[in-house]
């Protein structure tokens, strides 16, 4: 992932729907709870907000795009990744599916997201002894 919240947040259409689902209970990280539903951005302030929400605790170890398809105003990506939560260290990779479209314009209209979490590996705390 990459850019700053403001020059992702200024390619969406006021009204933008984004809509995320996740099997994140697996993870037991609970602002990927808040995060997953539909949200309808208003306008750039919103989809900075959204996305400064979304990345604020996240600290990707790595974030690949395994590939992409565009077709008229429709597009479809998939990412696999692997990140670590900074408060609990716990390391977590997955994959998330993503579709987007496209206004007229070429400014985001709608983005669905789907993320599979593979694997959560929690963070081993030295034990005092």
Request: net charge negative; aromatic share 10%.
């Amino acid at each position: 992932m990459s850019g700053t919240v403001g020059s992702i947040a200024r390619h969406f259409l006021p009204g933008a729907v984004i809509s995320q689902r996740s099997n994140a209970a697996l993870s037991d990280e609970p602002w990927f709870g808040r995060m997953e539903g539909e949200f309808r951005l208003a306008g750039e302030a919103e989809a900075r907000a959204f996305f400064e929400e979304l990345l604020k605790r996240t600290s990707y170890i790595s974030y690949e795009l395994r590939g992409i398809v565009c077709e008229f105003d429709e597009a479809a990506s998939r990412c696999d990744w692997t990140r670590r939560d900074e408060e609990s260290g716990t390391l977590i990779t997955g994959t998330t599916m993503y579709w987007f479209g496209f206004s007229s314009d070429d400014r985001i209209r709608t983005i669905e997201s789907i993320g599979s979490i593979h694997s959560v590996i929690p963070s081993r705390r030295a034990e005092t002894v």
